[in-house]
């Protein structure tokens, strides 16, 4: 059975220009970056030769996680800003290959505007840098962001202030042991986003793997979800496949309209590029494309 495609779009600040041979490229404001990618095992549409032209910085893998980025363009800068909308992301390159921003996750933001209001309480967990924190924010809804480092929760109440707005509450924690808390505190949200890394390490070093935390994370995001609120997940984990994430969800959310589809985005040159699994649970009659 062939799971329904979602596909993400970019915006006038972000721009996903092609795919192929291991790698994208990318335009995020007037910077192009050349990244390693996985899923982008196919060929590109144009040659490597075009995108260093165009590139100004490519990022070189070093072993395990870690590279560096080679400067392509003179004077390109290493942090810069983009806009989404009416808010501002500080990006900068890091030597994880990551800028700072998961563009695929433009279509989460747009459903989170959509759906909060101002009377709303809104939970973001793995929250990294707080695009989602910050859209949240805007409409108004008290938004509580949970990250175990240090340094992202920093960079998102960077973001927030770049974006002119206040009051997003900051927690420095094991996301799990958070909302296992605010369970015990009977505190509800009415939405709730997730990103999960497939593995990483904890706020004391403790080891994580998402395949043997899901069960517990759903089950603990069901008790503080309001009746008719909503739930996004976003999985890379290839061990958490599309069957399994829907039947642990179908168990713990079962009076609730469950989807989980392939999220994808389209390149400029016409490549498709995979972004793992999206996970929405919603109440019943309300769809996954609003």
Known sequence: MSTERLYANG?????????GGGK?????????????ELQAYF???????????????????????????????????REWTISFNKLSFKLELTKFKHVGLFPEQRINWDFIKNHLGSDDKFLNLFAYTGAASCVARITGAETIHVDSVKQLISWARNNMEESRLLNIKWVLEDALKFVLREQKRGNKYKGIIMDPPAWGIGAKGEKWKLEEKIDELLA????????????????????????MIMSLSEMYFPDRKVEVKELWMKTTTGKDLYYGNLLRVQEMGDDLDD
Do not use: C
Not at 11 to 19: S, T, V
Not at 24 to 36: D, F
Not at 56 to 74: A, D, M, R, S, Y
């Open 220 to 243: 603990a995001a069901a008790a503080v979800l309001e009746k008719d609120g909503f739930l996004i997940m976003n999985t890379y984990s290839p061990t958490l496949d599309v069957p």
């Open 43 to 77: 060929k590109s549409e144009m040659p490597f030769t075009e995108w260093a032209k165009m590139a100004h910085w490519e990022f070189i893998p070093k072993g395990g996680q870690n590279g560096v980025w080679k400067q392509l363009k003179k004077d390109a800068p």
């Open 11 to 19: 915006w006038a600040d972000y721009e996903l220009i092609d795919a």
């Open 24 to 36: 994208k490229l990318e335009r995020w404001g007037k910077i192009i970056t050349i990244r390693p």
